[in-house]
């Protein structure tokens, strides 16, 4: 297990070293930020990806059934997870493909299992509120979404609404607080 997962600074300073951007970007919600944190940046780093999912192993719920990586960040962070915690791991597309299965969750099924949602960054929690009203059509339980990232702009309490609770590694706090 990695030092940095008892330090959440240690980890939020790496986490924000290597992923922390600034300019004008677009957000998944519509809106502008003038920061981004890329995740592609940190989970391309394998010590650095290597930490995260050792923070998120404890995170994991007791008696989750299945882990569910949301496309395209939380797929390597679920995949992860699951060699770590011996769940076994879904992929949830953004849409069902045209093609071959047409499944939006891909893996096996969901019906009556407990899942938890892998997100890397949660902001409004638009994409995570999309995967659980599918996989709850599908039959799954959703009530938990573990995260690296919580940007605390509203995506906590918009989950809370559909009765998930967010379970993040890092929030909005533990990176401001690393900037120094």
Known sequence: ???????????AARVRA????????LLRSGRTSSEYF??????????????VVDGLTGLVPPGADVLAGLELGGVPLATLLSQRTGLPTRFVRK???EYGTRRI???????????????DVVTSGGAVLDATRVLREQGAVVEDVVCVIDRSEGGRERLAELG???HPLLTRADLDAAAG
Do not use: C, Q, W
């Open 1 to 11: 297990m990695s030092d940095d997962v008892g330090n959440i600074a240690g980890l």
């Open 18 to 25: 290597a992923s922390h951007l600034t300019g004008t970007f």
């Open 38 to 51: 890329d995740k592609y940046l940190f989970e391309a780093d394998p010590a650095l990806l290597a930490a």
């Open 95 to 97: 849409k069902a493909k």
């Open 105 to 119: 969750a891909e893996g096996g099924e969901v019906t009556g299992r407990r899942v938890v949602l892998v997100e």
């Open 164 to 166: 998930l609770t967010l």
